[in-house]
């Protein structure tokens, strides 16, 4: 069973208004300049400002588009789904029976714009069918409202919480608009939980008196930039009053407005703020943004833990005007421990940033940071960001082997014959060879020696091979062994043979050799 709308979001909002006096001149028009508020959904290049079907969102600063389709089942139900109680009440079920099609939410969307410092908010929606009045109500929640499996919705309201009310009467040629803001108790609505800013009878976008808000519906037919098919007529053009579109300037309605992160369109079976809930669409609209970005910009070998040390940084934007709460980041090496920055409250605009070390294995090493935070003091995180991996600098560790051996003749008795034995020792240590003067800055592992004499070993066939371990930086260990030559040689009066030490360096450094040559006397000593 589907528990979510279909969700494209086209882009992602960066800003967060701050506080503006209520009532300031100029006024910024929802309908002149920024947004076209025509009664179609198609930009006119003539007319200045975005619409709906404008590339990558225009200058929005943030925009939403929830398709829900014709046959989508998905509605409210239940006696507590109506806009004067809280979310935690509403549910939803995932059957369609009774639904009018004229209340048939095919499309929603929104925009968010900022405009001489105000924050505008435009929203709108096409219906499947246009037999008869509509009543639109459209949510800007400040939580990110989601819905359960359970047929629950996940998200309560927060103060500030804003209600646009639409009602298109005589058919949708008359448009009225009602705006309302989320105050829990104390409203002067049925319930006390809601508290009107804006009454507009007369609300058609061109012709109303009040430039903080407006709204139309289509007159004409007109065509659908996306996916559209109505009850009657072609498919890719709204029938006339099946499009709906609005805007309202928040700014100069609250003063302050909130960080909006949803949005969700209904339609209403009245147009009373306790008027049973039922179509719906709901999905993300982060109208408040943070970004992050974090580097690693030095590393430092341990020789006495093989481990390093890296250092990094990092800065954190408001990407927007307002304030934002409880910045905290987060930052995580890879197979790390994370580590947690609280900085604390962030003004539109204001950067901080944050540095510390971590140990790791890895040559490179790799982390992540992440931030969020709060558009209001006493709310959970709302508003996050994620930066790009950070690559720490590769070391060019210098893994080393110095090896030594001595070698001497010695007789020795072998089932009652005297036979001539050679016995060799020596020390190979983590560390440069005698002429190179610095130790080995790594950890060798897997370390081994053996002895090149040409006597093969009776057991393996093979040269004789003594097992080290491994070899911490700076430390070393003794080898010995013996070996019988066979044939005595009669010239020289000595003999050489060969010792190869081998590893393998920690941090992915690889394989590691060394080599030693020793002259054994031919008469034993």
Known sequence: MATEKALRIVGVCVVCVGALALWRLPVSAVHIGVFELEGNAIDDPNVAGDDWNTPGGGSSVAQAFVADGSGNKTIFTGGGSKDAIDISSWNWKDDAGGLPDKDNITNAYARAYTVNGDLILYYGADRFANDGDAQLGFWFFQNNVTLNAN??????????????????????????????????????????????????????????????????????????????????GPSGTFPQFSFFEGGINITQLLGTPPCFASFMSETRSSQSVTATLKDFTVGAFPVCGISIAKACDSAIYNPATGTFTDHFTGTVLNTGIGTLYNVTVTDTPHNGTPQTFNLGTLAGGQSATFSGTFTTTENPATNNASVTASSNPDGEGNVSATADQAICPTLALNPRFSVDKTCSVVLVVV???????????????????????????????????????????????????????????????????????????????????????????????????????????????
């Open 151 to 232: 047929g629950s919705f996940d998200g309560i309201h927060v103060a500030g919480d804003i209600l646009v009310l639409a009602n298109l009467t005589n058919g949708g040629a008359t448009v009225t608009i009602q705006v309302l803001e989320w105050v829990g108790t104390g409203g002067d609505q049925k319930g006390g939980t809601l508290h009107l800013l804006l009454t507009e009878n007369d609300a058609k976008c061109g012709s109303n008196t009040d430039e903080r808000a407006c709204a139309i519906s289509n007159a004409l037919a007109t065509a659908a930039p996306w996916a559209y098919t109505p009850k009657s």
């Open 415 to 525: 089932n009652g014959a005297i036979e001539v034995a050679v016995d060799y020792r020596g020390k190979v240590c983590a560390a440069s060879s005698t002429s190179g003067g610095t130790r080995s800055d790594v950890f060798i592992d897997n370390v081994s020696v053996r002895d090149d004499n040409g006597t093969p070993d009776p057991a393996t066939g093979d040269d004789t091979t003594i097992p080290i371990g491994s070899l911490a930086p700076g430390a070393c260990a003794d080898y010995s062994g013996r070996y019988f030559p066979g044939a005595i040689p009669i010239s020289p009066v000595s003999f050489s043979d060969t010792v190869h030490a081998s590893g393998t360096g920690r941090q992915g450094v690889g394989a590691v050799s060394g080599v030693a040559t020793a002259n054994c006397p031919l008469c034993p000593q």
